[in-house]
């Protein structure tokens, strides 16, 4: 087993619905842990920059609007296998698609407001964490 974090966003049409909470529970539940937290309201340069793998994209320009839409909360999770563990726990990105009980089947609206994001891979994890949080903003559990 190999102790990952993730970079883990609670997007605007979440957090407009008051589903911090329950999006919460559900990774504690599945035994990740949350060491860095933060609320955010993104400008459009910070969304584009996280999002820069999808520049050009048909849906690049809608995605960015919507990120900046609203407040996100931001966390890093840590856990064995966390980002694969938390990309299982969000289900697929099409809410259409993606299993029962997975956070996107239950709460998603659509393709584009799909309530979360997760790091698809230990590269962009390592990017996506440092674009949000400073070493001393992370808070390790053991
Ligand atoms: P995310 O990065 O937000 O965790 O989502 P993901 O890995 O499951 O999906 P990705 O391919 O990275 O796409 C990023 C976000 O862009 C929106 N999207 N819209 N065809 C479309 O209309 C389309 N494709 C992607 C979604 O909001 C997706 O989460
Ligand atoms: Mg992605």
Redesign the pocket.
Known sequence: MTTERTLS?I?PDAVQRNLIGAIYQRIETTGLKVVAAKMLHLDAAKAQGF?A??EG????D??VE?MTSGPVMVQVLEGDNAIARY?EL?G???PEEAACGTIRADYAES????S?????SPASAAREIAYFFADDEICPRG
């Open positions: 966003i997007k999002y793998e999808h994209k048909p849906f690049y809608g995605l919507f990309r969000m697929k990105t099409n393709m584009r407001f799909n979360v994001h997760g790091s698809d």
